[in-house]
């Protein structure tokens, strides 16, 4: 059998190492029209910023290493430029010496990838304007600035190549400008965690436009302007476009792949096409939500070799099916880590779940052994106790605590399951009480009503249409003189059983203190005391006023 694959870089090369694993006498070749393969594009801004030094380190394996150990045929700027299913040709170009020829195949394999968006306005095409997506990208990008040592810089697109880009610009001591269209940076988050990224990245001295969107980018020659449809302008230096990718389906169409909802190729959990012996692996194919079922597009190298691993299973007769994904997604943005796994709170809400939601602030270990606060944004269905989403923002101690919170999801935990994981537990490494067990407990108990939330932005909503509520801050008299939740009064936890008689215990009250322990002890304290709708602030004073900053802002 001839296996013939479209694309070499993470999906591609995994299909044909498993199915030459799985079978010595496959003719496998790969084309590509890019020259390099199987490079690490997550790695780019990294090599732009100086962290890593060789650019050839982003391509540890070439044409020759495949031969070698898996007697697999690369072709790098080798062209697939069309296809003809019915005769199982592909005709082929060689953008090394022009000749174009035919190739046959029994088994087709797109792994096409994507390619960077770019936007269609004037003076995209000047040579100070650089997209980030391969290999030749980063070199342009970090030739351009050893040669020219541009001062400013100008991102457009605020997600995580955006966010990356700018961090190590900033370090090449580069003054960067960041131009998102939304409200927010990070549109995967929730506006309420995005904007504690953006505070971070001001704080480095990232000037955020958001809400802005290019009209243009102008100049003689190379762009010294952007243009903005406010009527603003940004001078700059050069400009990096990071505003997202697009699949590219163009071969798949033109034999009939059908494309899914989300843009990419539609697959089935055997990564095979509708198109008989047609598969699609990698960023040209879309996934599956493990939470909704439901079509969802996260182009991740991670996500491109499972699918190609696949891929090679099927294809060599191996039982296999990709069980889909939870989007999950991580990145550094200066020294905070931001994280991201299965439904944020929009999403959840968009898919018809009735839903509870904890903001946790937790240092990842003892203040004593050096632990710093972690926010973590925990959602969950109230029918079920499932939890259905989590994204956390901290200094450290992140991406642990994410990738247990993806593997819970993954096996459908609830709320009460996070709380009796048996996790590894040591000062220098976690708290007794694990944020993750922490945001079991408090979820778990918020869903069966034992200890009920209320979210600062549910607050500021019901005091703003003159709801009945009494608000009570039990911190310390110096605490509340220096901030607290507009309404509220004081009563300390300490003196709280004795003054109750002050309070209405028909009305809807809701305590709250720092970060959200002391308010569950208030509010323990209220309930045995027959108050009968008590709510503890999620996430206490620091995210109420935090979150009340960043709303005005909106």
Do not use: W
Request: a negative charge; hydrophobic letters at 40%.
């Amino acid at each position: 059998m001839k296996l013939l694959i479209i694309g070499s870089v993470a999906a591609g090369t995994s299909v044909g190492a498993k199915a030459r694993r799985n079978d010595e006498s496959l003719q496998i070749t790969i084309y590509d029209r890019d020259q390099d393969i199987s490079y690490s594009g997550c790695g780019i801004p990294y090599f732009v910023g100086g962290e890593i030094e060789d650019i050839d380190t982003l391509t540890p394996r070439d044409a020759a290493f495949f031969k070698k150990r898996y007697n697999i045929d690369v072709k790098t700027q080798h062209e697939v430029e069309s296809i003809n299913h019915q005769t199982k040709t592909a005709t082929v170009l060689n953008h090394l010496t022009g000749e174009r020829f035919e190739d046959t195949y029994d088994t087709l394999v797109l792994a096409t990838g994507a390619s960077s968006i770019i936007p269609p306005f004037p003076g995209v095409d000047a040579p100070n304007v650089f997209s980030v997506r391969n290999v030749q990208n980063a070199g342009a990008i970090r030739t351009y600035i050893e040669q020219h040592d541009p001062k400013t810089v100008t991102i457009v697109g605020g997600g995580f190549i955006g966010l990356e880009m700018a961090e190590q610009l900033t370090y090449r001591g580069i003054a960067v400008t960041l131009v998102e269209r939304l409200p927010q940076v990070m549109p995967p988050l929730d506006f309420d965690m995005a904007s504690r990224v953006a505070g971070h990245l001001e704080s480095k001295g990232v000037r955020l436009l958001l809400n802005e969107s290019v009209t243009a980018l102008t100049g003689e020659g190379e762009v010294t302007q952007v243009e903005l449809a406010s009527g603003k302008s940004v001078a700059t230096d050069f400009v990096i476009l990071s505003v997202g990718v697009k699949p590219n389906t163009e071969l798949a169409t033109q034999i009939g792949v059908t494309l899914g909802q989300t843009g990419a190729i539609a697959v089935n959990p055997q990564m095979q096409t509708n198109v008989k012996d047609v598969y699609a692996v990698g960023d040209v194919a879309e996934s599956f939500s493990v939470i909704t079922g439901e079509a969802i597009y996260r182009p991740l190298g991670s996500t491109a070799n499972k699918m190609g691993r696949i891929a090679g299973m099927v294809i060599t007769g191996e039982e296999a099916a990709h069980r889909g994904i939870l989007g999950t997604g991580i990145f550094k943005a200066f020294d905070l880590t931001v994280a991201q796994t299965g439904l944020t709170e929009k999403e959840a809400l968009a898919a018809g779940y009735d839903i509870e939601i904890l903001h946790n602030i937790k240092p990842d270990r003892p203040e004593y052994m050096g632990g710093k606060d972690m926010v973590i944004k925990a959602v969950a269905d109230r029918e079920t106790g499932r939890v259905l989403g989590a994204q956390i923002v901290g200094p450290q101690g992140v991406d642990k605590r994410i990738d247990v919170l993806a593997t819970a999801i993954t096996f459908k935990a609830k709320a009460e399951d996070l709380f009796h994981l048996d996790l590894a537990y040591a000062p220098p490494f976690s708290t007794t009480k694990d944020p993750v067990l922490y945001t079991g407990m408090a979820l778990d108990n918020a869903i069966k009503k034992t200890a009920r939330l209320v979210t600062p932005e549910t607050l500021v909503e019901q005091t703003a249409e003159e709801e009945t509520i009494q608000i009570i801050d039990t911190r310390s008299k110096k605490q509340f003189e220096k901030n607290h939740v507009d309404g509220a009064v004081h009563i300390p936890l300490g003196e709280l059983r004795t003054r109750a008689a002050e309070l209405d215990p028909s009305i809807p009250t809701v305590v709250y203190c720092n970060k959200g322990v002391t308010g569950n002890a208030a509010q323990n304290v209220l309930k045995n005391l027959g108050f009968t709708d008590v709510c503890n602030l999620s996430g206490g004073n620091t995210n109420y006023q935090h979150l009340k900053h960043c709303f005005s802002k909106k």
